[in-house]
């Protein structure tokens, strides 16, 4: 993963929630009761990708005499013409990624008050600056309310923002002797594509108790005087991480390049 430099993690994470705190309180207000502001889930994962390469070669022509009026000569060249003899072709690639679940219900309770906000932030990055997820939710959600109210429902909306660095040069010489010329090029580049994905899930765990019906172990279940029901309550509480988790794989698919 990149240095704390070109990937604030921390910073980056800090701003996302503040904002998206600020949408939900803000949410959470009776007009958008529709939008049930503390019921959903929400991921934000990081994904940096860093491609580097560099290319070097030498190479050399010359002919077989110093003399500019002999008749008679030969021409030679370490390599094809116009291009090096020994050449190197150096890539590499790196990906990683990680993802950060929380749900509104707790941005907005915000317990121990854990996040702060706003963030006084020492460096500006691309990634920590205003987002603009707050106005883009509210939007969303004053859309839906407008122009369709209760026939629609917002299902998993995502937020992409992401940045490309790029750092690239090159260079070459050429010397000259009697008999020929020798020449060199050598190019590198570096480049990083940082992408920052939000996605909202709605929140779907039911807490609380279900009654359910258990059999015991032995016993006429059927008929007869023997007959035994049992009525068992038992906790049931949902994965709250497994919609996000089909949503994230859901748009990883949708990004794949064409």
Request: charged share 20%; net charge neutral; hydrophobic share 35%.
């Amino acid at each position: 993963m990149p240095d704390d430099t070109s990937l604030p993690v921390r910073e980056i994470l800090q701003h996302t929630a503040c904002e998206l705190r600020y949408a939900f309180v803000r949410l959470s207000a009776p007009q958008y009761s529709s939008f049930k502001a503390n019921k959903w889930l929400v991921a934000i994962k990081l994904s940096p990708k860093m491609d580097s390469e560099i290319n070097g070669g030498v190479g050399s022509t010359g002919k077989s005499t110093t003399l500019s009026a002999a008749k008679y000569f030969n021409n030679w060249t370490f390599g094809s013409v116009g291009s090096p003899g020994g050449a190197v072709d150096a890539k590499g690639t790196r990906d990683v990624s990680i993802t950060f679940k929380t749900s509104s219900k707790e941005l907005i309770s915000n317990p121990k008050n854990q996040l702060i906000c706003p963030v006084d932030s020492p460096r500006a990055h691309v990634l920590t600056e205003h987002l603009g997820i707050g106005e883009w939710l509210i939007r969303l959600v004053e859309a839906k309310d407008t122009a369709m109210g209760s026939l629609a429902k917002l299902d998993s909306p995502t937020y992409s923002s992401q940045i490309f660095v790029k750092f690239s040069g090159n260079g070459s010489f050429t010397y000259s002797f009697p008999f020929g010329t020798a020449f060199g090029a050598l190019s590198g580049s570096y480049d990083m594509d940082e992408t920052l994905l939000i996605t909202l899930s709605p929140d779907t765990s039911s807490s609380g108790t279900l009654v359910v019906q258990t059999l015991p172990v032995g016993g006429n279940f059927k008929d007869g005087p023997d007959r035994v029901t049992v009525t068992s309550r038992v906790n049931a509480q949902e994965k709250l991480d497994t919609t996000t988790n089909q949503q994230s794989i859901i748009n990883a698919i949708r990004n794949l390049p064409r």
